[in-house]
Nanobody, 124 residues
Framework: QVQLVESGGGLAQTGGSLRLSCVVS????????IAWFRQAPEKERTYIGG????????YSASSMKDRFTISRDNAKDTMYLQIDHLRPEDTAVYHC?????????????????WGQGTQVTVSS
């Protein structure tokens, strides 16, 4: 089982930056890919990107590569999502999730474990 706890959300201004954190814990973490998703009000959940925990291979959705950066702190077992040049349309609940295996799935139904999410609100 994997536990995921997000933090770092809040109210930000257009053009600013935020760094979200996802603390990951559990057994056999090297068997998982940990990913970021977001869900805006009344919209479907959207894949942002993730890290394969065993070798730190990252992958980002093509539409997210320019302003979203995913990284990891090994010592803290924490994954980060840096969001730059914030836009009002970035307003959403951001979740991290864990999927067993080596594939960077972009489909949320492949992910077995989810954090509670952290709210990001960007004012115009």
């Amino acid at each position: 089982q994997v536990q995921l706890v997000e933090s770092g959300g809040g109210l930000a201004q257009t053009g600013g930056s935020l760094r979200l954190s996802c603390v990951v814990s559990g057994r056999s973490l090297s068997d998982y890919v940990i990913a970021w998703f977001r869900q805006a009000p009344e919209k479907e959940r959207t894949y942002i990107g993730g890290i394969r925990w065993s070798d730190e291979l990252t992958y980002s959705a093509s539409s997210m590569k320019d302003r979203f950066t995913i990284s990891r702190d090994n010592a803290k077992d924490t994954m980060y999502l840096q969001i730059d040049h914030l836009r009002p349309e970035d307003t959403a609940v951001y979740h991290c999730a864990a999927a067993r295996g080596m594939i960077h799935w972009q489909f949320d139904d492949k992910y077995e474990y989810w954090g509670q999410g952290t709210q990001v609100t960007v004012s115009s």
